[in-house]
């Protein structure tokens, strides 16, 4: 038997070992049941059909008790779009932000561009209109040409 590792525990002939066995096959069976009724979308089969219908009745009741709280509280329908392809919805909120920064620095980039404009703009008016652009200034508040 080359490669496999033999463990005594397990080949054991004594009934202390083999009852120690048993049990935590036992154990790690009902574990593994556990582990599948938490883990799992729908109520175990055991339940029967009635049994599935009160778990749908009290699941509704739950809902419709959380409804008070939460009746002010309004969700996109992208949000729900983002939930019946199988997306993750905080997918939705981390895509919305990155929008918002995106368009942010884009509207940033255009108020730097228009003040760039202006500042320009006004120096050269001031070089063919000197008069008219030093009550323009004194109008709006300007002590001194742009620079």
């Given at each position: 038997?080359?490669?496999?590792v033999?463990?005594?525990?397990f080949?054991?002939?004594r009934?202390?070992?083999?009852?120690k066995?048993?049990s935590?096959?036992?154990?790690?069976?009902?574990?593994?049941r556990?582990?599948?009724?938490l883990?799992?979308?729908?109520?175990?089969?055991?339940l029967?059909?009635?049994?599935?219908?009160n778990?749908?009745?009290t699941?509704?009741q739950?809902i419709?008790?959380?409804?008070?709280?939460?009746?002010?509280?309004?969700?996109?329908?992208?949000?729900?779009?983002?939930i019946?392809?199988g997306?993750?919805?905080?997918?939705?909120?981390k895509?919305?932000?990155?929008r918002a920064?995106?368009?942010?620095e884009?509207?940033?980039?255009?108020?730097?561009?228009?003040?760039?404009?202006?500042?320009?703009l006004i120096?050269?008016?001031?070089?063919?209109?000197p008069?008219?652009?030093?009550?323009?200034?004194?109008?709006?508040g300007?002590?001194?040409?742009?620079?």
């Amino acid at each position: 038997m080359e490669g496999e590792v033999e463990c005594s525990f397990f080949k054991s002939s004594r009934p202390q070992e083999r009852s120690k066995h048993r049990s935590w096959q036992r154990g790690r069976g009902r574990a593994s049941r556990l582990k599948k009724k938490l883990t799992s979308d729908f109520p175990p089969a055991e339940l029967g059909e009635r049994g599935f219908l009160n778990f749908i009745v009290t699941g509704l009741q739950d809902i419709d008790k959380c409804r008070q709280q939460l009746h002010d509280i309004t969700v996109p329908l992208e949000v729900f779009e983002y939930i019946d392809q199988g997306r993750n919805p905080q997918l939705y909120t981390k895509e919305c932000l990155e929008r918002a920064l995106a368009k942010n620095e884009q509207v940033k980039g255009k108020i730097d561009t228009m003040k760039k404009f202006k500042s320009l703009l006004i120096q050269e008016l001031s070089k063919v209109f000197p008069e008219d652009m030093a009550k323009y200034r004194s109008i709006r508040g300007e002590d001194h040409p742009p620079s």
